[in-house]
T-cell receptor, first 113, second 113 residues
Framework: EAGVTQSPTHLIKTRGQQATLRCSPI?????VYWYQQALGLGLQFLLW???????NRGNFPPRFSGRQFPNYSSELNVNALELEDSALYLC????????????FGQGTRLTVV | AQSVTQLDSQVPVFEEAPVELRCNYS??????LFWYVQYPNQGLQLLLK??????LVKGINGFEAEFNKSQTSFHLRKPSVHISDTAEYFC???????????FGTGTRLKVLA
């Protein structure tokens, strides 16, 4: 069974551009979570989607947004990129909103220059 | 608000020696507790979790953790480490019934030959 897959693996953008990161959850999983792992800041919760709806949002500005598609895959969009957005972005999925275990993907390393 | 503190940012230990990675949390409500491991350039892998019941939880790769409610701790232990255990370890909590994980800042375990 395939795990959580994220694309691209690496992404280099210039300041002010937009970045789009993609995540495919494990088959059958309906909940998707996004986390930012920035150097020195640890893992910070970004967004949680379940059944196509945004359920919760971390303390990030509105230029961080996303969506979940009918097939439960998800997209994270970061607009007006800043140098501080350089980080590893991890996606996780769980069976549903009541399930206690999240499975993580390998991440997308975003570098803003 | 909930928070997680991992007291050691780096722990060097010799191969076959025991190790304890410390985690303390703060929460006024019931939480679920997790330990994840991150190998270089990879996503997070669940080691073990405490939801309820027995306070001693056994996980994969010979790791175990003990939930201590009075000390609000969830320390991770392994009686004999291997070189392959070299990785970053994250303690996390989520509110019972919600799946917004709050992670500690991580402990880098370095196993020396």
């Amino acid at each position: 069974e395939a795990g959580v897959t994220q694309s691209p693996t690496h992404l280099i953008k210039t300041r002010g551009q937009q970045a789009t990161l993609r995540c495919s959850p494990i088959s059958g999983h309906t909940s998707v979570y996004w986390y930012q792992q920035a150097l020195g800041l640890g893992l910070q919760f970004l967004l949680w989607y379940d059944e196509g709806e945004e359920r919760n949002r971390g303390n990030f500005p509105p230029r961080f947004s996303g969506r979940q598609f009918p097939n439960y895959s998800s997209e994270l969009n970061v607009n007006a990129l800043e140098l501080e957005d350089s980080a590893l972005y991890l996606c996780a999925s769980s069976l549903d909103s009541m399930n206690t275990e999240a499975f993580f993907g390998q991440g997308t390393r975003l570098t803003v220059v | 608000a909930q928070s997680v503190t991992q007291l050691d940012s780096q722990v060097p230990v010799f191969e076959e020696a025991p190790v304890e990675l410390r985690c303390n949390y703060s929460s006024s409500v019931s939480v679920y507790l997790f330990w994840y491991v991150q190998y270089p350039n990879q996503g997070l892998q669940l080691l073990l979790k405490y939801l309820s019941g027995s306070t001693l939880v056994k996980g994969i790769n010979g790791f175990e953790a003990e939930f201590n409610k009075s000390q609000t701790s969830f320390h991770l232990r392994k009686p004999s480490v291997h070189i392959s255990d070299t990785a970053e370890y994250f303690c996390a909590v989520s509110l019972s019934g919600t799946y917004k994980y709050i992670f500690g800042t991580g402990t880098r375990l370095k196993v020396l030959a």
